[in-house]
């Protein structure tokens, strides 16, 4: 992915700075704790793609922890 491209991009959501980590291929969004996949080198910034980020490690925000 281009670096260059951090210069221009902001979380969707709040508009705020973005983290890229290289490992998982995805955009990370500290405030929001949002984590935005990069697929095929295009950033997917689209709030119902993110994973929400727990203590750094991404979850899916689907993920059901209520046990119902």
Same mark, same amino acid.
């Given at each position: 992915?281009?670096?260059?491209?951090?210069?221009? @991009?902001? +979380?969707?959501?709040? $508009?705020?700075?973005?983290?890229?980590?290289?490992?998982?291929?995805? @955009?990370? +969004?500290?405030?929001? $704790?949002?984590?935005y996949p990069i697929r095929d080198g295009i950033p997917v910034m689209l709030a119902d793609e993110a994973r929400q980020?727990?203590?750094?490690?991404?979850?899916?925000?689907?993920?059901?922890?209520?046990?119902?």
């Amino acid at each position: 992915m281009d670096t260059r491209l951090f210069e221009i @991009l902001v +979380c969707p959501l709040c $508009k705020g700075p973005l983290e890229y980590d290289k490992k998982a291929q995805e @955009l990370i +969004c500290h405030a929001d $704790k949002l984590a935005y996949p990069i697929r095929d080198g295009i950033p997917v910034m689209l709030a119902d793609e993110a994973r929400q980020s727990v203590e750094g490690t991404p979850v899916p925000l689907s993920d059901d922890k209520s046990g119902s």
